[in-house]
């Protein structure tokens, strides 16, 4: 069936402005007009990632931190400042919100407290500094671990000792291990959801992870040493041994698949490769070129016909012969990473991929495809490694050159260097990389856009007046919540593959589309369907946009205007009531809530009614109202003789659960307080089947049970009677039916006779539908016993 959303909400009025300057001068003057410039006091700028903004606030923290200003009654104050832009810009949601709205649209108390001179001088980002170690997060874990490369992770917390100890141990064996394997380091202060998830419960704590195998815990002596050793088992890549009997075979295989040959000769005369050497470039090289020894001691007239006299190291080529020794390279150094180095720079470049071939390749195949302008990235030889991490996808790799080829690269809007991929369905579908520009990324989403669904608009493509859904995401390729959101972006559109469609629209670029709708903040999602648009306000994740969509197609919450909620809530029938949000767009915590307020009202559903009033654009109603304060949450009894009857919500928590729970204490009751003679008499003797909750007053589970027990008794009302037994109060009734936890739900069905069983029928579920149809199965099972004893009584 086909999915269609329905949007009743006004399409925002549109702006349009003629340069990209004019667009971020005013996005920047409505944010500033707001407070202070956060990234003005951090001295960054706004595509600052965070590493670098962590760097700049560590710089001025040693500086302006008032341990270090005792004679400046103003260096708290100024400092207490610079901490707060810190909080928020390291921090991918409040930096979006930040960015939208300003300080406004902010917690007050973010980045009041902050740490000693000590903590920021020693233990503030141990290894930020480190080029050969890559300190990860929560964004980029995932896509590094399962890059198909080797990951040995350092897990730390900034002030443990033995993580302090550990660290110039653990610098020495970056350095040693530098493009043999990845090393990487996880700040558990700053990441402590990521660490609790991977079982950390210790620093440091010491991980290899490989793709495809459990991570594997270092529990080792802590020396460069036996780091090394390590590691080095979890490199398995064959070291091949040539001789007479496999030589031109081992040699002729592998060139077959492209690969090429290095070849260590060793004899007592020069030099070649140590093992242990010739073992970390088979690593460093899988799948590229393979590594080899020849002895040419034993292996005298072979090394001979190679035109090798004494030791030495060569690179054999792919399709080169021993007769054309200009293709050869000789190698004069020992050193691992030199050797890889003019290995790598030696080797066949990516594919060239022209204007004449560029269709008619890209039309049946999935590539990866690099843009350059002239001069090649430092970080081009890496790319040759592409093809051997994305062979088992059968993703190709190529490149074109924008110089030689403009009007291609002008036909994509590829006016600066970047890497694309291009699902095989024409090349117009293709999803632009944008995050960090180093291999274990780039494979990373190589792998999850050909899975994905995600298409880089353009205004030819431009969803504006299709009729199918789309969701488009507005956004800057500087800034880093963008480039969070776009995996989650992926993960959304393989859920909903067929059902929507996914675009991303680079506003640097498409300057025009994006004023049109009138984005002032990145990223700024919205759904289009047909001439309604909604924009998404939840989480930056595939669950929360998920869960807004389906909201969108089944609407929990009823959105309120001025009209509607004179109609619908002040004129509300007698018996219904109203849960009633009251928000402005810009609210911090209002956000926050949102997601959990739509929960709240599916887990309502049928009854009450949810109602949200966004009071930025029905100021007037809200000012009537009586609403001083975001977000006012409040609950309309079902008393139609006293309209303007409300009770707020005052409690701490805003889960969907908590609100949830106050709500339904509004609803009158619907079961029945049993005592022991009550239990007796209707339930072990009457005529009705009964459904029970022993509890205690005490109990917390009771108390979050008890609204979900209610809803049960509605849900049963006029087939089976639902009762409560207080155990505190009644305990040697609870102790005879056998209760020996709270709360504890019993059935105790009418079989047609006298009932003398006290324990009654075990229900072990706290979800009031799940019950529901257990007891309802269990009485279609209990049917034909009922009618043979009704037909017995006759």
Known sequence: MGFRVVLGVQRRRHVRLTLPLLLSVAMMAAVWAEGRDYYGLLRVSREATTREIRQAFKKLALTMHPDKNPGDSSAHDKFVEVNRAYEVLKDEDLRK?????????????????????????????????????????SGDFEAAVNSGEIWFINFYFPRCSHCHELAPTWREFAKEMDAVIRIGAVNCG??????????????????IFKSGQKPEKFNGERSKDELVRFSMQFITTTVTQLWQGNVFSEIE???????GWLITFCSDTGDCLEPRTTQKLAGMLDGL????????????????????????TALFPPGSSLDQQDSVLWLNTLDCKEVYTQVMNHLPDMELLTTDSFQSKLARH??????????????????????????NDHIQVGRVNCITDSALCQSLYIHKPCVAVFKGLGIHDFEIHHGKDVLYNIVGFAKDSVRAHVTTLQP??????RKEPWLVDFFAPWCPPCRALLPELRKASIHLAGQMKFGTLDCTIHHNLCSRYNIQAYPTT??????????YEGQHSADGILEFIQDLVNPSVVVLDSSSFAERVKGRAEGQIWAVDFYAPWCGPCQALMPEWRRMARLLSGQILVGSVDCQRFQPLCQSQGVRAYPEIRLYPGNARQPDRFMSYNGWHRDAQSLRSWALSSLPRASVDLTPETFRSQVLSGRDHWVLDFYAPWCGPCQHFAPEFEILARILKGEIRAGKVDCQAHYQTCQSAGITAYPTVRFYPYLGTRRFEHSGEPINSRDSNMIADTIKQRLQQLLPRLHSKSKDEL
């Open 97 to 137: 919100k930040y960015d939208k709205y300003g300080e406004k649209g902010l917690d007050e108390q973010q980045g009041g407290r902050y740490e000693s001179w000590n903590f920021y001088r020693y233990d503030f980002g141990i290894y930020d500094d480190d080029l050969e170690i890559i300190t990860l997060d």
């Open 190 to 207: 700053d990441n402590n959801h990521l660490c609790r998830r991977k079982g950390i419960n210790s620093y440091p704590s010491l991980f």
């Open 253 to 259: 295989s592998a060139f077959s698949s492209g690969l």
């Open 289 to 312: 070129v393979k590594v080899g020894w020849m002895d040419c001691i034993t292996e005298e007239q072979l090394c001979h016909s190679f035109h090798v006299t004494g030791g030495a």
């Open 366 to 391: 999935r590539w990866l495809v690099s843009f350059t302008f002239g001069d090649r990235s430092s970080t081009s030889s890496e790319y040759k490694k592409l093809q051997a991490f994305l062979r």
């Open 460 to 465: 030819d493509n431009f969803p504006s007046d």
């Open 526 to 535: 919205v759904i289009f369907n047909g001439s309604s648009l909604h924009e």
